[in-house]
């Protein structure tokens, strides 16, 4: 079929041996690269670098006792249930609990049957990608958005169009605006996502009046609102917000909720509460993935629910996180130089976002601070459209107390050194065009 | 967009209100439907019901003690790590371990860089059609083959060219010829996906002089194959047969393996091995799929590894499963009417299959057989094309054995029926020829 040699290999029109497969892959495969922020990861690894570039919860945070009491349990009462394979949706008792704790804490409505459970939410992403988009749809994400959901809708070729943030989250004005000019166009929207809680990476919640006024324009223009929410247990300050799920009258969101950041991330388990014919295709989509969610993960997120440890933990996390935050935006006042960097002021979540002077680049900053081991994650990762080249996202919930303070001032000091190669480099500019101006 | 109205629905050509969503499926998710197979199991879980339906593994098999003994101690020594999320790839230890075990018992060659953790089999099916199937690509399965392929690959709209099986696996002179013509037309094969060692749900082996051509096919024509062995430990009697993967000398073979049925089914704990490239994508597809397989199962799996309990373990199932093996198929010899069907005889796994005499209908047959309290699965559920609906698979895993002997039975009951039914319309049907002949 090509140009075959016998030892399993070709020579394509370089002249350089391939494996024969390379011929075989799909178009798909054929695009997919390695993602810059995983190579990036890779370099924060080393245990001299003091890490805000990951999204990784604390393993303080974590109920070891209660895990183990309850696998213990587990094992020793229901093993031949919780170790065989389980059903697509879910365990049936999970998914009731999780229904009942939805309407109790964010007065969502849906029962046990509006609830699949998945593989991380990433899952989720992965199935709604699936269900609704394909080469001629269009969805719309927020700029910045999470990483995750932009690899999960992107293998599905579809048109994003970004919409910027600000402090009150997405902003939905222009959301109408492209809304109208769309509808003459004959666009196919299919859905907006949103992190509208503690948003990664900005860290910022949308208001209220926009929330509303977002759900006002899913009923004028018939599109669907995906509503990713993995930190909104995670508040430490302020006052609550309504979820959008609970705003809606007429089936129009699709909530995502995790227990990666309130029990532990290591069992992978989360869930999608939504209306009930697309909770049906996403566990056919499903199946063909595999099979189930870990039933063993899966049962032990049940009787955490059911014993009632999940707001007790709660308590503790948010005790431990929002300190973290105090002390890095307490540390960025007092020593980041504001002359060329600013940030969001979160009230909860895990992150804050910092935005420099037009012309510093956090991506070849990077290095520099690599070196100086303190890390970060660059913008131009959280943007469809490659912007975001003078942003980072700084994770607070990982690092230890002294080691955020001390890494906030690793990073003050590279932020210092580029914001002035920049003042000067200005400085040239402006002399070069006066002497060009004699 | 849509014929909008205010309570989020829409009236289609019917006149029947739908919600507005439906308009905003893909067309893959427009043409999803929910399996038969799993609308007929849900009739199977009644108590009463002997089911020979399900591809479960027995609880008696499921080693409760060692997994409650590695899972204190990893929560005592290791939870930091355990409960965190983990690598795309898998946790390193446990790639390191399968792929030890993978040399020493298969002789495959492979080190921990050739291997990915998935959700199961199932996921690597999944990353497999994403990889290399579209559109315009075929491939090969077998007739029947294994449903869980078929629904992966499916989902990325392939051709797909059945070859049957036979008592010795794969009829690959059957697929030699298919390879001659289709080299003319120009097909683009990706992959040929087989179950070689006791197939789902054939239960026979491929010969090993079969193994040997279709290698050589595969380096002849220059396509990739799928062996997944689920099952290859699980050797009842008789002599052992090679891997395909341990034959490739070239890097055209991609092994998937998967711990479901030799641990437990609920860690949805499996591996793909393969050439580093065809890892390399896979893993970047599957950080868009889950980001990761749950860290925690991955982390049990490999203790159980580590101590060396799989290989004892092992032995325990054997003479269990064996045992069972020998009690349907001796159960069927006894009192199975051979006139109307007949069945295959396997030297391990979790199935066989029997084939009726043409005419009789092992779907029209279900629900008498659930009548008489008695399950199997359809033989159509097994081919892409809607063969097979003289055939049924048996699992002789799960039941208890004194139901095996009741409920092959029961079955032999429905079987002699049908068969009577069918011989006395047959009779009619000569007797009418005769009469109008007259």
Same mark, same amino acid.
């Given at each position: 079929?090509?140009?075959?040699?016998?030892?399993?290999?070709?020579?394509?029109?370089?002249?350089?041996?391939?494996?024969?497969?390379?011929?075989?892959?799909?178009?798909?495969?054929?695009?997919?690269?390695?993602?810059?922020?995983?190579?990036?990861?890779?370099?924060?690894?080393?245990?001299?670098?003091?890490?805000?570039?990951?999204?990784?919860?604390?393993?303080?945070?974590?109920?070891?006792?209660?895990?183990?009491?309850?696998?213990?349990?587990?094992?020793?009462?229901?093993?031949?249930?919780?170790?065989?394979?389980?059903?697509?949706?879910?365990?049936? +008792? @999970? =998914?009731?609990?999780?229904?009942?704790?939805?309407?109790? $804490?964010?007065?969502?409505?849906? %029962?046990?049957?509006?609830? &699949?459970?998945?593989?991380?939410?990433?899952?989720?992403?992965?199935?709604?990608?699936?269900?609704?988009?394909?080469?001629?749809?269009?969805?719309?994400?927020?700029?910045?958005?999470?990483?995750?959901?932009?690899?999960?809708?992107?293998?599905?070729?579809?048109?994003?169009?970004?919409?910027?943030?600000?402090?009150?989250?997405?902003?939905?004005?222009?959301?109408?605006?492209?809304?109208?000019?769309?509808?003459?166009?004959?666009?196919?929207?299919?859905?907006?996502?949103?992190?509208?809680?503690?948003?990664?990476?900005?860290?910022?919640?949308?208001?209220?009046?926009?929330?509303?006024?977002?759900?006002?324009?899913?009923?004028?223009?018939?599109?669907?609102?995906?509503?990713?929410?993995?930190?909104? +247990? @995670? =508040?430490?300050?302020?006052?609550?917000?309504?979820?959008? $799920?609970?705003?809606?009258?007429? %089936?129009?969101?699709?909530? &995502?909720?995790?227990?990666?950041?309130?029990?532990?991330?290591?069992?992978?388990?989360?869930?999608?509460?939504?209306?009930?014919?697309?909770?049906?295709?996403?566990?056919?989509?499903?199946?063909?993935?595999?099979?189930?969610?870990?039933?063993?993960?899966?049962?032990?997120?049940?009787?955490?629910?059911?014993?009632?440890?999940?707001?007790?933990?709660?308590?503790?996390i948010i005790s431990l996180y929002g300190n973290k935050m105090r002390i890095m935006n307490k540390t960025m006042n007092e020593i980041m130089p504001k002359e060329y960097i600013h940030w969001t002021e979160p009230e909860g979540g895990m992150f804050l976002w910092a935005t420099m002077?037009?012309?510093?680049?956090?991506?070849?900053?990077?290095?520099?601070?690599?070196?100086?081991?303190?890390?970060?994650?660059?913008?131009?990762?959280?943007?469809?459209?490659?912007e975001g080249e003078n942003c980072m996202r700084l994770n607070f919930s990982h690092a230890e107390d002294d080691k955020i303070v001390e890494g906030v001032h690793r990073l003050a000091g590279v932020v210092e050194d580029w914001g002035r190669k920049l003042d000067s480099s200005n400085?040239?500019?402006?002399?070069?065009?006066?002497?060009?101006?004699?």
């Open positions: 079929m090509v140009n075959e040699m016998s030892d399993g290999q070709n020579i394509n029109t370089a002249g350089i041996k391939t494996p024969f497969y390379e011929d075989l892959f799909s178009d798909r495969a054929k695009n997919m690269k390695a993602s810059v922020i995983r190579e990036l990861l890779k370099l924060t690894q080393k245990p001299e670098i003091i890490s805000f570039a990951g999204g990784l919860p604390n393993p303080k945070a974590f109920p070891v006792e209660p895990i183990t009491e309850i696998v213990n349990d587990l094992l020793k009462n229901e093993s031949n249930r919780v170790l065989q394979y389980g059903s697509t949706q879910g365990v049936p +008792e @999970l =998914r009731e609990e999780i229904s009942k704790r939805l309407k109790r $804490k964010w007065n969502i409505d849906g %029962d046990a049957d509006n609830i &699949l459970i998945t593989v991380g939410s990433q899952e989720g992403l992965e199935l709604l990608g699936r269900l609704f988009l394909g080469f001629k749809s269009t969805l719309i994400m927020e700029a910045p958005t999470y990483l995750g959901a932009l690899n999960a809708f992107h293998a599905y070729n579809p048109t994003i169009v970004s919409i910027p943030l600000d402090d009150d989250g997405l902003m939905v004005d222009r959301l109408e605006e492209y809304l109208t000019g769309a509808e003459k166009h004959g666009v196919m929207l299919k859905f907006v996502y949103v992190v509208p809680t503690f948003h990664n990476p900005a860290g910022v919640c949308m208001s209220e009046a926009r929330r509303r006024k977002l759900m006002e324009l899913s009923h004028e223009h018939d599109f669907l609102i995906v509503e990713d929410d993995p930190y909104g +247990e @995670l =508040r430490y300050t302020g006052d609550v917000l309504p979820t959008l $799920k609970s705003m809606d009258r007429e %089936d129009r969101v699709i909530y &995502l909720g995790t227990f990666s950041k309130t029990l532990v991330p290591g069992f992978r388990v989360a869930w999608t509460c939504a209306p009930k014919p697309i909770i049906n295709k996403m566990e056919i989509a499903k199946q063909a993935i595999d099979l189930c969610t870990p039933p063993f993960t899966q049962h032990i997120a049940k009787e955490y629910l059911k014993r009632g440890y999940l707001d007790t933990h709660l308590e503790k002077n037009q012309g510093m680049n956090a991506t070849e900053m990077f290095q520099d601070a690599i070196s100086q081991n303190v890390a970060y994650v660059t913008g131009q990762s959280f943007f469809a459209d490659g400085e040239d500019q402006v002399k070069n065009e006066f002497i060009q101006g004699v």
